[in-house]
């Protein structure tokens, strides 16, 4: 069975046999899988952007609110216009905002980006935010976060989106519920404000967007619209603005026009590379990996302003993109010293990403003097902060030995097994291989059809161009597994029997999120 990898030092692929019930590791032909996801050559802007709007105004046990609805409809008009399919829902039911949730998490599953704008009452039980749906009961606090939608319920709804996912919470307006019976009925965990919500802890490459900081009231304005949805949607449709950049925008339109009463808030982090919503900068949204990377360099002169600006305050995707700057050879600022002491600023800020590339700039001399000690110190530190990329280059130095790493094909499997569960594209299919060599201990067929699906999900072009074209490469019971994975989530029909005829490409080409 074949592994690939992509990392830009070695790239191998290699092959496991067995030798007296022993995984033995070789080398065989090389074959790159570059996590790229497929795309229309001829149409730059050819991404699939998701987006769930929904906006309370009318609670059935709660004070009703001013300007909900016309902000759901306005951020909706706006993201309409940003070719997202967008589906509204108003004044919704516990019962429906869940079964839209549930919806829209799965068909996210192969779209782009996916994003989530709620307006309406928002609150914080126990350290946990909940959203209320206009039916939620209000007998204690307990039963409003009983029958309320909580944060963790729309994270999950955007998490497996393939590049972007951003939740947008208009909903730090006063809490209603905060003293029910003139005490609170809880005893929370964290200090609490009142009123309003916390700050929520979003999984890495995730962006979430309060109208407020934590603990703070939004405020309705005097217009048919927030301060915080004007601003909102007048921004993002500014053309060539790179998101990040977007969303400090908003907060110093929102400080301006409440004359700093309301600072919204982002927690959470966006990868390293830039995304554009609007204009002609959107052709770097489907490029490949080191080219988005690259793109950093496209921003005019403004927004590198405003880079620096954030990078002075702490920001690490500032630092990043900085770095990146300079970090492109065919430009005239091409300068990877100085990029080197950006990441090293933001790796000693904790993030993962930056840890990841210094380790490569140490591994090969680059900007700064070699030093693979450090190299494989910084790999581990980022891997340890659950960097996928970080852990599947891991298991490639264990088994291949490298960076004074003794060769551990046990470890290998271990750490591709780690990367696999962070959803690295790669690291699914790698360890799919491995699980149907019968190499994984505990892991049986199943396991390994599970991966395949989750791989195919993400969006990688290699991964179904592989199933495709070489599906003999996984044993029969693997394939039966799969169409039958397939067969659940209605993309195929057919007989469960392990042959990937016409109707079996067909339900892979659906599950990957292509049209008949």
């Keep these: ?107 996210a599953e192969t779209a782009d980006v996916a994003l989530v704008y709620f307006a309406g009452h928002g609150i914080e039980v126990g350290g946990r935010n909940f959203l209320v749906p206009s039916d939620a009961k209000a007998g204690s606090r307990q039963q409003v976060a009983d029958t309320s939608v909580s944060l963790d319920d729309i994270l999950e709804a955007v998490d497996k989106a393939r590049q972007l996912r951003i939740v947008i919470l208009d909903s730090c ?82 400080l301006k026009a409440t004359a700093n009463a309301q600072e919204p808030h982002t927690y959470g982090s966006l990868s390293g590379k830039p995304y554009f919503l609007a204009g002609g900068s959107q052709e770097v949204n489907v490029l490949a990996a080191v080219d988005r990377r690259n793109a950093w360099g496209r921003l005019e002169v403004s927004q590198e302003e405003q880079l620096q600006v954030a990078a002075r305050e702490g920001d690490s995707r500032a630092l990043k993109g900085l770095a990146y700057m300079r970090l492109n050879p065919s430009e005239d600022r091409y300068d990877p010293s100085r990029a080197a002491a950006f990441l090293e600023k933001a790796s000693e800020a904790g993030d993962p990403e930056a840890m990841f590339e210094l380790a490569r700039m140490y591994e090969r001399g680059i900007g700064v003097e070699q030093d693979v000690d450090k190299a494989l110190a910084l790999f581990r530190k980022s891997a340890d902060e659950g960097f996928a990329d970080a852990i599947n280059d891991l298991g490639f130095l264990y088994y291949q ?90 993309f195929y029909t057919g007989t469960i029997d392990g042959q990937f005829g016409p109707q079996t490409q067909r339900g892979l080409r659906k599950a990957y999120g292509l049209s008949e």
Excluded at 447 to 458: H, I
Aim: with cysteine; charged share 25%; hydrophobic share 40%.
């Design 173 to 254: 307006r006063n809490d209603p519920f905060a003293d029910v019976g003139g005490e609170e009925t809880l005893t929370l965990t964290q200090g609490v404000q009142g009123r309003g919500l916390a700050a929520p802890s979003p999984e890495r490459g995730t962006l979430v967007a309060y109208a407020a900081e934590a603990g703070a009231v939004a405020l309705d304005g005097a217009g048919d619209n927030s301060p915080f949805a004007s601003a909102l949607a007048r921004t993002l449709k500014i053309r060539d603005l790179e998101i990040g950049l977007a969303f400090r925008q908003v907060r110093d339109s929102v």
């Design 401 to 490: 030995g490298g960076l004074g790493i003794a060769r551990d094909p046990k470890k290998a499997i271990e750490l591709f097994g780690q990367a696999a569960d962070q959803r690295h594209p790669e690291a699914m299919f790698n360890y799919a291989a491995l699980i149907d060599d019968g190499v994984v201990d505990g892991k049986e067929p199943d396991d390994a059809a599970e991966y395949l699906y989750r791989a195919l999900r993400s969006g990688n072009e290699e991964v179904l161009n592989q199933l495709s074209e070489n599906p003999k490469m996984f044993k029969a019971t693997t394939r039966r597994s799969l169409q039958r994975k397939l067969s659940e989530r209605a």
């Design 1 to 107: 069975m074949r592994l690939r990898q992509m990392r830009n030092r070695v790239e191998l692929l290699l092959k496991i046999f067995n030798i007296n019930g022993l995984a033995v590791w070789c080398l065989a032909t090389l074959l790159l899988v570059t996590g790229v996801t497929a795309r229309a050559a001829t149409d730059p802007f050819a991404e699939r952007r998701m987006a769930l709007v929904v906006g309370i105004a009318s609670y059935e046990n709660a004070p009703d609110l001013s300007n909900t609805t016309n902000d759901g409809k306005l951020i909706s008009d706006t993201l309409n216009e940003l070719n997202f399919e967008v589906s509204e829902h108003f004044n919704i039911g516990l019962s429906e905002f869940r079964d839209l949730l549930n919806r829209f998490a799965f068909e």
